[in-house]
């Protein structure tokens, strides 16, 4: 019988590497919290037509990359490859533009592309998101990036650069798609590269062929045909970031992967990672939401990979020692089966008061219980006997220094709670 395996190009953490990879997925979303973004739960597949309207026919995600299938009732659903899209259907479904703007939400989950596997580029990988609704202030462009920033310095990273750009307004961007329509009707290019073009110019810029990059170089800048009012606000932008002493690169051929996207646009490149270097980004997207039938207000928000965040903290050596990868506060060992009566009830109680715990099960020796206890990170053991039982003290063992300190059975709940411990 063939040996059953994940599908290719899925990314599955298990411990001890999973606790790193909750560790790094918290920390961006207790960053987006504290800016008083609220949890948005999508649905994991979608109408197909939403993502063909809000992401764009010209997108590689689009036309190459998304899982779709029919259902049974043979409507065409897609699993969800981004974020954006599936709230601002959930916006527009549940009114949830008729309370007070902005509207400030955050999304986690697993998210599919069938692209080409390799490290840092997955099948199934894993977001935490959040977008603003409602207001086209340049004040909320400069929170979303901060939050990002924050989160970024939490996990204690520091090789990494934010690029930035701003790909204007509807006047800044029909000013400038004259002179570029000009400009490659000029290239010579395959007919799949020309009709990529015909349907959105700017995705030229974000063809990665040395070729296609080669014959772009010239090609004229949206940043150049700014209006007054995204130049002014593309600025505001820039003095925030700055009085805030967060590094940029100004990056002007930078149009990330989807169609949405308009004003300012940003990427954070980890400089630890190799061709898959990009961990996070975003940018606004005004028009997005009417274009999905809804009224005509402006968002911004960011998607920032899991998987490859992770992969730069560890590239880094952001995870050393002192970070310990178990919860457990304790580890329980029992010499006897009476012993071990007395323990399981002794680990409900302190489960119930909030302590974390776990014990040695299966009819171990004390050698390999010990064993059980190092494995499993808890910062402190104890072993109970009959004489631990009859007399009520254990020995309290701190695991990193190996010291003990004897503990009245009755004490530990406060003993181990964490404002004591």
Same mark, same amino acid.
């Given at each position: 019988?063939?040996?059953?395996?994940?599908?290719?190009?899925?990314?599955?953490?298990?411990?001890?590497?999973?606790?790193?990879?909750?560790?790094?997925?918290?920390?961006?979303?207790?960053?987006?919290?504290?800016?008083?973004?609220?949890?948005?739960?999508? @649905?994991?597949?979608?109408?197909?037509?939403?993502?063909?309207?809000?992401?764009?026919?010209?997108?590689?995600?689009?036309?190459?990359?998304?899982?779709?299938?029919?259902?049974?009732?043979?409507?065409?659903?897609?699993?969800?490859?981004?974020?954006?899209?599936?709230?601002?259907?959930?916006?527009?479904?549940?009114?949830?533009?008729?309370?007070?703007?902005?509207?400030?939400?955050?999304?986690?989950?697993?998210?599919?592309? =069938?692209?080409? @596997?390799?490290?840092?580029?997955?099948?199934?990988?894993?977001?935490?998101?959040?977008?603003?609704?409602?207001? @086209?202030?340049?004040?909320?462009?400069?929170?979303?990036?901060?939050?990002?920033?924050?989160? *970024?310095?939490?996990?204690?990273?520091?090789?990494?650069?934010?690029?930035?750009?701003?790909?204007?307004?509807?006047?800044?961007?029909?000013?400038?798609?004259?002179?570029?329509?000009?400009?490659? #009707?000029?290239?010579?290019?395959?007919?799949?590269?020309?009709?990529?073009?015909?349907?959105?110019?700017?995705?030229?810029?974000?063809?990665?062929?040395?070729?296609?990059?080669?014959?772009?170089?010239?090609?004229?800048?949206?940043?150049?045909?700014?209006?007054?009012?995204?130049?002014?606000? *593309?600025?505001?932008?820039?003095?925030?970031?700055?009085?805030?002493?967060?590094?940029?690169?100004?990056? @002007?051929?930078?149009?990330?992967?989807?169609?949405?996207?308009?004003?300012?646009?940003?990427? *954070?490149?980890?400089?630890?990672?190799?061709?898959?270097?990009?961990?996070?980004?975003?940018?606004?997207?005004?028009?997005?939401?009417?274009?999905?039938?809804?009224?005509?207000?402006?968002?911004?928000?960011?998607?920032?990979?899991?998987?490859?965040?992770?992969?730069?903290?560890?590239?880094?050596?952001?995870?050393?020692?002192?970070?310990?990868?178990?919860?457990? #506060?304790?580890?329980?060992? =029992?010499?006897?089966?009476?012993?071990?009566? *007395?323990?399981?009830?002794?680990?409900?109680?302190?489960?119930?008061?909030?302590?974390?715990?776990?014990?040695?099960?299966?009819?171990?020796?004390?050698?390999?219980?010990?064993?059980?206890?190092?494995?499993?990170?808890?910062?402190?053991?104890?072993?109970?006997?009959?004489?631990?039982?009859?007399?009520?003290?254990?020995?309290?063992?701190?695991?990193?220094?190996?010291?003990?300190?004897?503990?009245?059975?009755?004490?530990?709940?406060?003993?181990?709670?964490?404002?004591?411990?």
């Amino acid at each position: 019988m063939r040996e059953l395996q994940a599908p290719k190009g899925v990314s599955e953490y298990f411990p001890p590497r999973s606790y790193y990879f909750e560790f790094v997925r918290q920390t961006l979303i207790d960053s987006a919290k504290i800016s008083g973004y609220q949890l948005m739960e999508l @649905p994991v597949f979608e109408d197909t037509e939403l993502f063909r309207r809000g992401v764009g026919e010209s997108t590689d995600v689009v036309s190459k990359e998304m899982y779709t299938f029919d259902d049974r009732g043979g409507r065409s659903l897609t699993l969800r490859p981004e974020g954006t899209a599936g709230v601002m259907r959930s916006v527009i479904e549940h009114n949830l533009d008729k309370l007070a703007l902005p509207i400030k939400v955050w999304y986690s989950g697993a998210f599919f592309r =069938a692209e080409r @596997p390799q490290a840092g580029r997955y099948r199934q990988f894993y977001q935490v998101g959040i977008e603003a609704i409602g207001l @086209p202030d340049p004040e909320i462009d400069f929170e979303v990036i901060a939050i990002a920033d924050r989160a *970024f310095k939490s996990l204690g990273l520091k090789s990494y650069r934010l690029d930035i750009t701003s790909l204007g307004d509807a006047q800044s961007r029909a000013s400038h798609r004259i002179d570029l329509v000009e400009f490659i #009707s000029k290239l010579n290019l395959d007919e799949a590269t020309r009709a990529r073009s015909e349907i959105n110019p700017l995705r030229l810029f974000d063809d990665k062929r040395e070729e296609i990059i080669a014959i772009m170089a010239d090609a004229p800048l949206l940043l150049n045909y700014l209006s007054k009012e995204s130049k002014e606000s *593309f600025a505001k932008v820039q003095e925030l970031l700055a009085r805030a002493k967060i590094d940029y690169v100004i990056n @002007p051929r930078m149009v990330r992967g989807l169609d949405y996207y308009t004003g300012t646009t940003f990427e *954070f490149v980890s400089e630890k990672l190799g061709a898959q270097s990009g961990i996070g980004g975003g940018g606004r997207y005004d028009g997005l939401m009417a274009e999905l039938g809804g009224d005509d207000l402006s968002g911004i928000g960011f998607g920032l990979g899991v998987d490859r965040i992770l992969l730069a903290c560890e590239a880094e050596g952001v995870f050393d020692s002192t970070l310990n990868n178990s919860e457990l #506060s304790l580890f329980l060992i =029992a010499l006897g089966p009476e012993e071990k009566v *007395f323990v399981s009830v002794l680990l409900n109680d302190l489960r119930d008061s909030g302590i974390s715990c776990d014990m040695a099960y299966g009819d171990r020796s004390l050698k390999g219980a010990m064993k059980s206890a190092d494995r499993s990170g808890a910062r402190y053991s104890l072993v109970i006997g009959p004489d631990e039982i009859s007399s009520g003290n254990v020995l309290l063992k701190e695991m990193r220094s190996g010291e003990s300190k004897e503990v009245r059975i009755a004490s530990l709940i406060e003993f181990l709670t964490p404002s004591n411990s």
